[in-house]
């Protein structure tokens, strides 16, 4: 059997190209006992992969990707086509983090991504696979995670979520409103804000790019705001910091601003109003909260089946086009998760 399998072949210099990867094609050998071969269905384009993306990744995250050899590390879901496994058959739907190949021998019980990615069984009856790539997956944790654990959500705050179009920012937005919180959100065009004030819902929403962010939050929210979830960094990260009311708390889960800049930007120049104002800033990873996995699929699946839950998708098809779905997310074309369907040869 032969299946493809896309490499990186140079770090990108700013935004990726497709010339930074390429398509290779490799034998797939049958599986080993304790291994499972899957035939991939869909992958996940995660603007943190940038990270991974250079010669040597931020101090403490997932090493960098070799160049010239697969990228492992990656969600991904699939079908089961050989087993050397018990409690894995032929058939079963399974997610795991080998992505960005036709198929994978994947090692069950090896722990990947810090548990977030191990080889796990998936339920499908009435939810579709990909949705364990996003709302019911690791994007979901990051959301659940951050909003109720990290920045410790009270009765009465109110949100601000920057990237909240995006698929983390949409869901911690919508879980901040079904909690009763006023919600804020920030996001890169004027279809993307009737997107997160018409379909989502929330009190109040900006384009950062047509306006000073400091006015357009002040704007929102006059009196303040208590929590702020961040996966931009950067000006968005300067503004909350003015914004945030005493005993504020901010949750970082990514800084998108700087995964592309060429050397790290200065840090925000407020940061003082941290000590005035005793704000505690906490960044966090979804790798870090796995033990969480339970308690969120348990609460986020309920709201989904209730309707209360939206998860819009921006689909890319076929595996060869899966470095042209990461570009376009760190451009901020998408709409919720960026996912790839993949077209598995053979």
Same mark, same amino acid.
Request: net charge negative.
């Given at each position: 059997?032969?299946?493809? =399998?896309?490499?990186?072949?140079?770090?990108?210099?700013?935004?990726?190209?497709?010339?930074?990867?390429?398509?290779?094609?490799?034998?797939?050998?049958?599986?080993?006992?304790?291994?499972?071969?899957?035939?991939?269905?869909?992958?996940?384009?995660?603007?943190?992969?940038?990270?991974?993306?250079?010669?040597?990744?931020?101090?403490?995250?997932?090493?960098?990707?070799?160049?010239?050899?697969?990228?492992?590390?990656?969600?991904?879901?699939? =079908?089961?086509?050989?087993?050397?496994?018990?409690?894995?058959?032929?058939?079963?739907?399974?997610?795991?983090?080998?992505?960005?190949?036709?198929?994978?021998?994947? =090692?069950?019980?090896?722990?990947?991504?810090?548990?977030?990615?191990?080889?796990?069984?998936?339920?499908?009856?009435?939810?579709?696979?990909?949705?364990?790539?996003?709302?019911?997956?690791?994007?979901?944790?990051?959301?659940?995670?951050?909003?109720?654990?990290?920045?410790?959500?009270?009765?009465?705050?109110?949100?601000?979520?920057?990237?909240?179009?995006?698929?983390?920012?949409?869901?911690?937005?919508?879980?901040?409103?079904?909690?009763?919180?006023?919600?804020?959100?920030?996001?890169?065009?004027?279809?993307?804000?009737?997107?997160?004030?018409?379909?989502?819902?929330?009190?109040?929403?900006?384009?950062?790019?047509?306006?000073?962010?400091?006015?357009?939050?002040?704007?929102?929210?006059?009196?303040?705001?208590?929590?702020?979830?961040?996966?931009?960094?950067?000006?968005?990260?300067?503004?909350?910091?003015?914004?945030?009311?005493?005993?504020?708390?901010?949750?970082?889960?990514?800084?998108?601003?700087?995964?592309?800049?060429?050397?790290?930007?200065?840090?925000?120049?407020?940061?003082?109003?941290?000590?005035?104002?005793?704000?505690?800033?906490?960044?966090?990873?979804?790798?870090?909260?796995?033990?969480?996995?339970?308690?969120?699929?348990?609460?986020?699946?309920?709201?989904?089946?209730?309707?209360?839950?939206?998860?819009?998708?921006?689909?890319?098809?076929?595996?060869?086009?899966?470095?042209?779905?990461?570009?376009?997310?760190?451009?901020?074309?998408?709409?919720?998760?960026?996912?790839?369907?993949?077209?598995?040869?053979?």
């Amino acid at each position: 059997m032969i299946g493809r =399998e896309v490499q990186p072949v140079a770090y990108p210099r700013g935004e990726i190209r497709p010339s930074d990867f390429r398509v290779v094609e490799v034998p797939v050998r049958d599986p080993r006992p304790g291994e499972v071969l899957v035939r991939n269905t869909w992958t996940s384009a995660d603007a943190a992969l940038r990270l991974r993306l250079r010669e040597k990744s931020p101090p403490g995250y997932f090493p960098a990707f070799p160049l010239g050899a697969p990228m492992d590390g990656i969600m991904t879901v699939g =079908e089961v086509v050989a087993s050397r496994v018990d409690g894995f058959a032929p058939g079963d739907t399974v997610w795991h983090a080998s992505g960005w190949r036709d198929y994978s021998l994947v =090692e069950a019980g090896g722990q990947a991504l810090g548990g977030v990615g191990t080889l796990t069984r998936l339920d499908v009856e009435g939810v579709p696979a990909q949705a364990y790539l996003s709302v019911l997956g690791a994007s979901g944790l990051t959301a659940y995670a951050g909003l109720f654990h990290i920045a410790a959500l009270r009765e009465g705050d109110v949100v601000w979520v920057s990237a909240a179009a995006g698929c983390v920012g949409g869901l911690v937005a919508q879980m901040a409103k079904i909690r009763g919180h006023r919600v804020i959100g920030s996001a890169g065009s004027a279809e993307k804000v009737r997107y997160l004030l018409d379909e989502l819902g929330l009190d109040a929403a900006f384009d950062y790019r047509a306006g000073s962010i400091p006015e357009s939050l002040r704007e929102a929210a006059p009196d303040g705001i208590d929590v702020y979830f961040d996966n931009v960094g950067g000006d968005h990260l300067r503004a909350a910091l003015g914004a945030l009311r005493k005993g504020g708390r901010v949750a970082i889960c990514g800084m998108i601003s700087e995964y592309d800049a060429p050397e790290p930007p200065p840090g925000p120049s407020n940061l003082m109003l941290a000590v005035t104002n005793d704000l505690t800033i906490r960044g966090f990873r979804a790798s870090s909260n796995a033990h969480l996995l339970p308690e969120m699929t348990r609460e986020v699946g309920a709201w989904i089946r209730e309707g209360r839950l939206r998860h819009r998708e921006t689909v890319v098809e076929g595996l060869e086009r899966a470095p042209v779905a990461l570009a376009g997310l760190m451009r901020g074309d998408n709409i919720g998760k960026t996912l790839v369907r993949i077209d598995a040869a053979g």
